[in-house]
């Protein structure tokens, strides 16, 4: 797969991620992308050049500043579309693996 369409992908599980966990930290989403923090504070600043999402300032209980993640119009309509292509790329990819294995399994 193309550094392109990795980052695609890191975008679309970004925004995911995001979408059903707002308050989420670079660490935690860090480790959910399975990427450096660096690498994901990267990302994240690049959907927030690209309009997608934003950061939010918001009191924890322990009264310190929290940050949540928006997910802006423009995003949701970009997560949409970003879906639709990662489902069709992971379905090809299928179709193709499952080609792979009835082939090998004649084979044999």
Known sequence: MSNEMKQIDN?????????DNPDVT?????KELGLSLGKTN??????MSKGWVKLNNFKRSNNKLGYLYVITPKGIEERAILA???LERKSAQYIKLKKEIENLKREQ
């Open 84 to 86: 639709k292509n990662f």
């Open 42 to 47: 990267y990302l994240i600043h690049a959907l």
């Open 11 to 19: 975008e679309y599980t970004l925004l995911k991620i995001l979408k």
């Open 26 to 30: 670079q660490r935690q989403l860090s």
